[in-house]
C-alpha cells in the first residue's frame, strides 16, 4: 500500500480549508418571537380541546351551582352569601386551570408529547401561556353562569359583575401556572392528575365556606392560596360602598403570582423537554 500524502491531493484537506473560507454561509431564520407563537400555540390548543368544550363547561358550571343551592340553607348574613356566590365562581376557573391542565402536562410529558414542542422554532414561555390561555378561556361561560345564579338566588346586586373581566384571567393565570407545574414536575401522570384534584379541593373548600367560620390554621392556609384573592377582590364588589383599593390590591396579588407561578411553571417545562 502506497501513502499519498494530503496535500498533493485536489480534494483534501487543504483544498478544503482554502475553499471553505469563500463558501457562502447558509443564513438561519429570524427566532420566533413571544407573541405570535403564543396566539398560535392558543388556537391550537384551543381548537383541539372544541370537543370537550360542552362537557367540561357543564360539569366545572354545574358542580358550583350544585354548591350554591347546598350553601342557601347553611348561610345565615349577606357577607357569608357574598363567600359563597364568590368562591363558586372561582371554583370553576380552579376546575380548569388548575385540575385539568396539571392533568393535560402530566399526561404531555409521560406520552411523549413535549418532544413534538420542543421541535417547535417557538419559546418555552409560549407553550405555558398558550395552554394555560386556552384552558382558562373555557371557564369565562361557566363563570359568568355561577355568577349571574348566585346573585339571583341569594338576592346579591349584579352591578359590579363587571369585575370578573379582571378576576377571570388573573385567578387563572395564578391557578394555570400552578397547575402547569404540578404536571410537568410530576413523575407520573396519575400524581399529576392527585396533585391536581387537591388543589382543586382546597380552592373548593377554602374558597367557598365563609372564612368566619375557619378555624386559624385553616384561614393562614387560606391566605397562602392565590385565587382566595380572587373570591375576596369579587366579595368585596357585593357591597354597597366597595373599597375599590383593598379590590385592586387581591387582583394585585393574583397577578404577582400569575407571573411567579407561569414562570416555574416555564422553568419546569425546559426542565421536562430536555429529559
Not at 391566605?223 to 390590591?249: C, H, I, K, M, N
Amino acid at each position: 500500500m502506497s501513502v499519498v500524502p494530503a496535500e498533493v491531493l485536489p480534494g483534501g484537506a487543504l483544498a478544503v480549508e482554502e475553499t471553505a473560507p469563500d463558501a457562502p454561509v447558509a443564513e438561519l431564520g429570524p427566532r420566533a418571537r413571544l407573541w405570535p407563537s403564543l396566539a398560535a400555540v392558543y388556537r391550537a390548543q384551543l381548537s383541539r380541546a372544541r370537543v370537550a368544550r360542552i362537557p367540561l363547561l357543564f360539569v366545572a358550571t354545574f358542580q358550583s351551582v350544585g354548591i350554591m343551592i347546598m350553601m342557601r340553607g347553611v348561610v345565615d348574613s349577606r357577607g357569608e352569601a357574598q363567600s359563597v356566590v364568590a368562591g363558586s365562581a372561582v371554583v370553576v376557573v380552579a376546575y380548569v386551570a388548575l385540575n385539568l391542565l396539571a392533568q393535560y402536562f402530566g399526561q404531555l410529558r409521560a406520552s411523549g408529547g413535549l418532544d413534538h414542542y420542543a421541535t417547535l422554532p417557538v419559546p418555552p414561555a409560549s407553550v405555558v401561556l398558550g395552554a394555560a390561555a386556552a384552558y382558562a378561556s373555557f371557564t369565562v361561560p361557566g363563570t359568568l353562569v355561577t355568577a349571574v345564579f348566585g346573585c339571583v338566588l341569594f338576592g346579591l346586586p349584579l352591578a359590579n359583575l363587571w369585575i370578573l373581566v379582571a378576576v377571570i384571567p388573573l385567578a387563572g393565570a395564578a391557578l394555570a401556572g400552578l397547575g402547569a407545574a404540578c404536571g410537568l414536575l410530576a413523575p407520573r401522570p396519575e400524581i399529576a392528575t392527585l396533585l391536581g384534584q387537591l388543589g382543586m379541593s382546597a380552592a373548593l373548600l377554602l374558597g367557598v365556606l365563609p372564612p368566619d367560620r375557619m378555624p386559624g390554621i385553616i384561614q393562614f392556609a387560606r391566605d397562602l392560596l392565590p385565587s382566595t384573592y380572587g373570591v375576596e377582590a369579587f366579595a368585596r364588589t357585593f357591597g354597597a360602598q366597595p373599597d375599590w383599593a383593598v379590590v385592586l390590591a387581591d387582583l394585585g396579588v393574583c397577578a404577582g403570582v400569575g407571573v411567579v407561578s407561569l414562570a416555574v411553571a416555564t422553568w419546569a417545562y425546559r426542565r421536562a423537554a430536555v429529559r
